[in-house]
DNA sequence: TTCAGTTTCTACTTTTGAGTAACCTATGGT
DNA sequence: ACCATAGGTTACTCAAAAGTAGAAACTGAA
């Protein structure tokens, strides 16, 4: 599998891109989790510098500033919730022979949704707000923002439709979802002697099933 | 009721001091309404001096620092919602003759949590991390946010014992319920336009009663 | 060898906003 | 008349962290 059989330590123009790609990400990397750790404001260049190895300046090598960072920790972390989302439609489908139903492709979603919260890049995403963002990245936020609130209402929609699923109001449910399980990330961070699975899961249960008792498994 | 028939401009001891607890406040309440709109570190108190029609310098007069600005205004908020929990007991015991059950009791404090948590005191609280504040000061708010943890998890467990909720961890489940709430605080001042009352209701009917249907009202 | 381009460094400048010093001006008590 | 105190102002300092200029070091190519 390997294209030689000595590593060449020189680098041709396409493994020197790809490298500077992969040196890209690992700032990326490094902003997000001192981003998620501390917040915006205190996280400071300097000490993501000092994780990577590097100086300062290095970073602007490969980001205009930081809030370009930021915008970019939080961009790849909505795709991430996003892609949760796309094979939402595909698993279910692909899984069993018969087509999921609403509440089946719902719990599916947020359970990956739940997984992706609780990374870096996921909870920069949903923990840190637009505003600290420039007018003209926050609106780009808030549109993938939607895409992803449209995608749980759907979902929502789609189980009332097939009777999987009760609720009143598919939109202001969207936002519920979704806020309950971005503050997953908010209470893991504080106290770390759950295992993050485990509350997941629990979320998820209590969301389904709700606090009150049922009479009969339905 | 009036001590005195024409009100004079001058004040005496008393009318002094309240005076000073009364601008005391108004400082907080501004700096809750930076903090909560824009986060800690976006919050300027030059800015804040300026809603007030003062200077800088005069904040400085009522507290220490910037830091002890925001301690008082999440213990503030953090006191509301655990005075929000104290008549949950008193409240559910008064209305009827016969004492309230965990449920019912859960959810008048739900109720009362989530109209507190859209307060600007309420979003400084659920929203602002506790790592912008020192130690010292992180340390205390842990422990009035565990004394709130607490009575939830007791109402759930209460809830649990007489057969009025279904959960099988009362502390996860608080972490949850709380972590849902919290979340109001987020959405509401990002989509301004849904009415907050409806909010919290929507959410809490999904806490209480899932997305799963229901075959009979138990 | 020299050139051009890439990547990183050292050593700054700049900005922002918290915090302070020092000084006014009422007011009320003596 | 005088003083102490409360409450406020103007005009600063100071620190931290963002951001920049410009040189150095290396690479591959001509």
Redesign the pocket.
Known sequence: MNKTAIA??????AE??Q??AL?REAVLAAAAHMFSERGY??????EV?RVL??????L???F????AMLYACIEHGLELLNAAGEDANEDGGRHTEDAANGMERLVGYLKRYAVVSETDFGRCAARISDNELSEESARKVRRIKGTIDRKIRDLVSAGIADGSIASSDPKVTAFALAGALNSIGHWHAGSASLPGARIANEYINLLVNGLAPRKAAP
């Open positions: 060449s330590p020189w680098k041709n123009e020197r891109k490298e500077r040196k404001h205190r996280a400071s260049l300097d510098a190895n590097v100086t300062k300046p290095t602007y090598y490969y205009k500033n930081k809030e």
